[in-house]
T-cell receptor
Framework: GQQVMQIPQYQHVQEGEDFTTYCNSS?????IQWYKQRPGGHPVFLIQ?????EVKKQKRLTFQFGEAKKNSSLHITATQTTDVGTYFC?????????FGPGTRLSVLP | DSGVTQTPKHLITATGQRVTLRCSPR?????VYWYQQSLDQGLQFLIQ???????AKGNILERFSAQQFPDLHSELNLSSLELGDSALYFC??????????????FGPGTRLTVL
């Protein structure tokens, strides 16, 4: 079956440092979505990537979709305390989808 | 505010009992999804309904069932509750039927505590 893995599981950074989380699928994805869940909150959609090799930016966040459409990454430049939370990827497989286990980011001021 | 509402916000009950969680999707959204999130865990997809019909099934226990009504609101029924069912239950909605493609809007969740 389809599996989506994310690494690392946890990441602690000092404010101002960069952060990257990686999402890997066991099979080719049709698309990938990223969500952020703040502590005590609900997941919020960040972005969707569809094309092979696609790169999208949202202010300090950079999202990439691998050429083989089996992996993706989320990179945050110069983290801020507002970036704290768990970042989930969700891999789309046509009509099905699988959420990754998430990467929990802590930012120390 | 995502536009998705869930009631109740908190629910405390005893083992062996049955509860019903309710979700109202965003206006215009036809799909409703249910997720379970245990403490410090990821999102476990349970089930999806699209326009009243079951669309996709995840790791939903036989003790759990759901339905989507003609007005598109959905209910998740949990029966014979066990301690391990204590979790945050999220409902999400989207416009279309393709879960992997459509952006999902999550509700605030219902926190279920089974004592």
């Amino acid at each position: 079956g389809q599996q989506v893995m994310q690494i690392p599981q946890y990441q602690h950074v000092q404010e101002g440092e960069d952060f990257t989380t990686y999402c890997n699928s066991s099979t080719t994805l049709s698309n990938i979505q990223w969500y952020k869940q703040r502590p005590g909150g609900h997941p919020v959609f960040l972005i969707q990537l569809v094309k092979s090799g696609e790169v999208k930016k949202q202010k300090r966040l950079t999202f990439q979709f691998g050429e083989a459409k089996k992996n993706s990454s989320l990179h945050i430049t110069a983290t801020q305390t507002t970036d704290v939370g768990t970042y989930f990827c969700a891999g789309g497989y046509g009509q099905n989808f699988v959420f990754g286990p998430g990467t929990r980011l802590s930012v120390l001021p | 505010d995502s536009g998705v509402t869930q009631t109740p916000k908190h629910l405390i009950t005893a083992t062996g009992q049955r509860v019903t969680l309710r979700c109202s999707p965003r206006s215009g959204d036809l799909s409703v999804y249910w997720y379970q999130q245990s403490l410090d865990q990821g999102l476990q997809f349970l089930i999806q309904y699209y326009n009243g019909e079951e669309r996709a099934k995840g790791n939903i226990l036989e003790r759990f069932s759901a339905q989507q009504f003609p007005d598109l609101h959905s209910e998740l029924n949990l029966s014979s509750l066990e301690l391990g069912d204590s979790a945050l239950y999220f409902c999400a909605s989207s416009v279309g039927s393709l879960a992997g493609v459509d952006e999902q809007f999550f509700g605030p969740g219902t926190r279920l505590t089974v004592l």
